[in-house]
């Protein structure tokens, strides 16, 4: 994929498949700005255009907030938005909006969550926008969707979950509908707008031409519904939340034992084998004979597997299962995930040097490359802490007088 333009400063240079590519996020919350931070993440140049006077709505979604007393950071804020630069733009005033139009006319993407007809009424529809840069790409997150009987509804992750099914499947039983404990519909819109991206961008280096990708906390959540949705659509089954075990395989889910609990995934014939050879589980039940019979008859074969359990602390248990090799772990908290050696051998730990805060730690990015012939790693390496209000102006206007009278997709 070939950028629209190179001509980037080198304070944004990054190694990255996207390194290269700039990106104009005029997000705010979480699920924009996830989208974003993703395409930081792989080496692209994002440019975050703020509100004037406050920014991001997120800035001050808190507690958490961190830092000095005149200057407090809002540690949501931090989550989603690294490998950014910041400008503010009134976008109602001739300088904001002709600031905008360069800015447009310089990048590889843009993105925006506003309100259905919000950026029609500022000028930017998504038909002037293509005037104004045909080879833009362009994704536009909702809440419910761009249209349909529904589309001005306000997009809110904890409602899209109830809306969207997902909080009838999760909870201790039916009558227990419980959130997921992160804003897992603004997550996945913006994983999805992120991967739309790419595929766009890559369909560019045929047309030639932009487009415009759209997706919603709605559409996001039913897309992963998975086995549960074939459960309804194709068997008529209407699923339900029952806690910590699995709706279509037995023995899976979380078990007590002596002084805690450990989760077990037994997927297959051989590894209940495996599990009942173990433990002195009787393997010759009929009502455990098959994974059918053992889903039809889980809670018997819970009581079975948690008496045989209960000899057994946490750690011996874990290391009697995997003896066994029964997949096979324990609930870790944040504290304890972040202190884990695989956790941090994998890169999903970064340390970014924030202009208030110093040195800070971040959760990463969950994608690494690999060159296919020397396996020697591409990821990004070089990483930003997410950016001040306005922060970065100054750099972004100066690029933008440089670049004055460069064409669209010359490099220039």
């Known amino acids: 994929m070939n950028p629209t333009t190179a001509s980037t400063p080198a304070l944004s240079a990054s190694t990255g498949p996207l390194a290269g590519y700039t990106v104009l996020d005029l997000t705010r919350a979480l699920a924009g700005p996830h989208a974003g931070m993703m395409l930081g993440d792989l080496g692209a140049r994002v440019i975050k255009v ?14 958490p907030f961190v830092g000095p007393e005149d200057d407090r950071q809002a540690t949501y804020y931090l989550s989603c938005n ?6 503010a733009l009134d976008l109602k005033s001739d300088d904001g909006r002709a600031t905008l139009t360069s800015l447009i006319e310089r990048s590889d993407a843009l993105l925006e969550n506003f309100r ?12 002037e926008l293509q005037r104004i840069n045909p080879r833009l790409v362009i994704l536009s997150i909702t809440g419910f969707g761009h249209d349909g009987p529904e589309a001005k509804r306000s997009g809110y992750d904890q409602i899209v979950q109830g809306e969207a099914g997902l909080m009838s499947l999760t909870g201790s039983g039916p009558d227990d509908p419980q959130r997921v404990g992160v804003p897992i519909s603004d997550l996945l819109s913006g994983m999805y707008g992120a991967y739309g991206v790419l ?3 890559l369909e560019r280096e045929k047309t030639g031409r932009g487009q415009v990708v759209r997706t919603s906390l709605l559409a996001s959540v039913v897309g992963v519904h998975a086995f549960q949705g074939t459960r309804a659509t194709v068997a008529g089954e209407v699923p339900r939340a029952q806690g910590n075990h699995h709706p279509s395989i037995a023995p899976y889910g979380l078990f007590a034992c002596r002084g805690g609990n450990v989760q077990i995934s037994v997927g297959s014939d051989k590894l209940w084998k495996a599990l009942t050879a173990a433990f002195g589980i009787d393997a010759t039940d009929p009502d455990f004979a098959t994974n059918a019979d053992r889903v039809a008859h889980r809670d018997k074969l819970i009581g079975v597997i948690e008496d045989a359990f209960s000899a057994y602390d946490p750690a011996s248990l874990l290391d009697k299962l995997n003896e066994a090799g029964v997949p096979a772990g324990k609930v870790r908290t944040l504290d304890e995930v972040y202190a884990w050696d695989q956790v941090k051998s994998q890169g999903l730990l970064l340390e970014v040097e924030h202009p208030v805060l110093g040195n800070i ?6 994608l690494r490359f690999f060159d296919a012939e020397t396996a020697e790693e591409r990821t990004r390496t070089a990483h930003t802490a997410p950016p001040g209000l306005d922060a970065d102006a100054e750099s972004i206007r100066s690029w933008l007088s440089a670049g004055q009278g460069a064409t669209a997709g010359t490099g220039a």
């Open 50 to 63: 703020e509100t004037p006077g406050t920014g991001d709505d997120t800035r001050s979604w808190g507690p």
């Open 82 to 87: 690294r490998n950014k630069e910041s400008i």
């Open 116 to 127: 259905t007809g919000v950026l029609d009424r500022l000028g930017f529809s998504m038909e």
């Open 199 to 201: 595929a766009a961008l």
């Open 361 to 366: 730690t971040l959760p990463g990015p969950p």
